[in-house]
């Protein structure tokens, strides 16, 4: 099974995740440079978190112009598996791969802390590794993870199960006090329309090792490795 990680100027996640898929797949991804033209043949692409060009303009604004993005939207296009993770999710928004944007948390400020996440669909190949509505703790670490869309565009992610993850309590509430940063319908992970992409801004490649203080999220890596063995 074969992965690639893309670096940007100023990710910063990128070790975590080249860690956690060696770690859960047996195989170490590849980095590839934003730079890049095209990205080699694997079966999953994964957008990092960090800082991309220094958050400047929008997160994920500048790097969503990349070259290397021609190859991601081709490829998740053709149905490859891609994973965007904290300011990977911002750029796939950017992209337009995912519908919505990602705004200032609704503090206005940095929140770095344990969240829970409530499973809402299972049938993604990133998600298939969990029972519905499951609830697993997960770090977060943003300063825009507020996740806004139109109610037309929240009404028909809810419909086609498209909202794969929701910050909830710990009994699997969704409260307004487990939403860390104002997302809409408590929204922390979606789909694409095909549901081979994902954009999620908590970081699961931070909680797989009981180093992390937990090992909540080494089923999401599980998951994939099961759905993408079967290919
Ligand atoms: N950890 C991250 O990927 C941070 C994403 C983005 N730079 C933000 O602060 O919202």
């Known amino acids: 099974m074969k992965s690639a990680v893309i670096v940007f100027p100023g990710s910063n996640r990128e070790r975590d995740m080249v860690t956690a898929l060696h770690s859960v797949f047996g195989s170490a991804p590849e980095l590839v440079w934003h730079g890049d033209s095209t990205l080699p043949d694997v079966d999953l692409v994964v957008l990092p978190g960090g800082f991309s060009y220094g958050d400047y303009l929008r997160c994920g604004a500048i790097a969503a112009r990349s070259p290397v993005?021609?190859?991601?939207?081709?490829?998740?296009?053709?149905?490859?598996?891609?994973l965007g993770v904290c300011n990977g999710f911002q750029i796939l928004t950017e992209i337009g791969l995912l519908p919505g944007a990602l705004m200032r948390n609704a503090s206005l400020r940095f929140v770095c802390q344990l969240?829970?996440?409530?499973?809402?669909?299972?049938?993604?190949?990133?998600?298939?590794?969990?029972?519905?509505?499951?609830?697993?703790?997960?770090?977060?670490?943003?300063?825009?993870?507020?996740?806004?869309?139109?109610?037309?565009t929240l009404d028909r992610l809810e419909g086609e199960g498209r909202v794969a993850l929701r910050y909830c309590d710990e009994r699997g509430e969704l409260t307004a006090d487990a939403n860390p940063n104002g997302s809409q319908r408590n929204i922390a992970g979606i789909l694409n329309e095909n549901g081979n992409v994902?954009?999620?801004?908590?970081?699961?490649?931070?909680?797989?090792?009981?180093?992390?203080?937990?090992?909540?999220?080494?089923?999401?890596?599980?998951?994939?490795?099961?759905t993408l063995e079967a290919v």
């Open 115 to 152: 969240v829970n996440l409530r499973i809402d669909n299972n049938e993604s190949a990133f998600t298939r590794g969990y029972r519905l509505h499951d609830v697993v703790r997960c770090p977060v670490a943003h300063g825009d993870g507020n996740y806004f869309a139109d109610e037309a």
């Open 198 to 226: 994902l954009g999620l801004m908590p970081h699961p490649e931070n909680f797989i090792e009981p180093l992390h203080g937990g090992t909540d999220c080494r089923r999401f890596f599980e998951g994939m490795a099961e």
């Open 69 to 82: 993005i021609a190859d991601v939207v081709r490829k998740a296009k053709a149905g490859t598996r891609v």
